[in-house]
């Protein structure tokens, strides 16, 4: 059985920093491109970060370049979001996903697998 499994959310002042963590089990993520994506009430999920399987190409979403840095670590099979200077309008729950030998940023339907989320909140 396939899981991915987020933490690393909580609440933090505009500013401040998180790291988000997604461990997988059941599969091995080295062979899986990776996504972060973000849904707020209301609103769709939004595309926010990938990593490619190869882990050589990264890429993000223009409202959070230069303050998110996504990356991994193959021998914890687990893949990273660390975030900084954080914006009330990061708040959202966070999710992670996989997908088999995908190269980057890819449409949400190319994922495979998704974590339960986890909630971001960012006061101003």
């Known amino acids: 059985q396939v899981q991915l499994v987020e933490s690393g959310g909580g609440l933090v002042q505009a500013g401040g920093s998180l790291r988000l963590s997604c461990a997988a089990s059941g599969i091995t993520l080295s062979n899986y491109g990776m996504g972060w994506f973000r849904q707020s009430p209301g609103k769709e999920r939004e595309f926010v970060a990938a990593?490619?399987?190869?882990?050589?190409?990264?890429d993000y979403a223009d409202a959070v370049k230069d303050r998110f840095t996504v990356y991994r670590d193959n021998a914890k099979n687990t893949v990273y979001l660390q975030m900084i200077s954080l914006k009330a309008e990061d708040t959202a729950v966070y999710y992670c996903s996989a997908g088999w030998k995908l190269p980057g940023r890819s449409r949400i339907g190319d994922y495979a697998y998704w974590g339960q989320g986890t909630q971001v909140t960012v006061s101003s």
């Open positions: 990593i490619s399987w190869a882990g050589r190409s990264t």
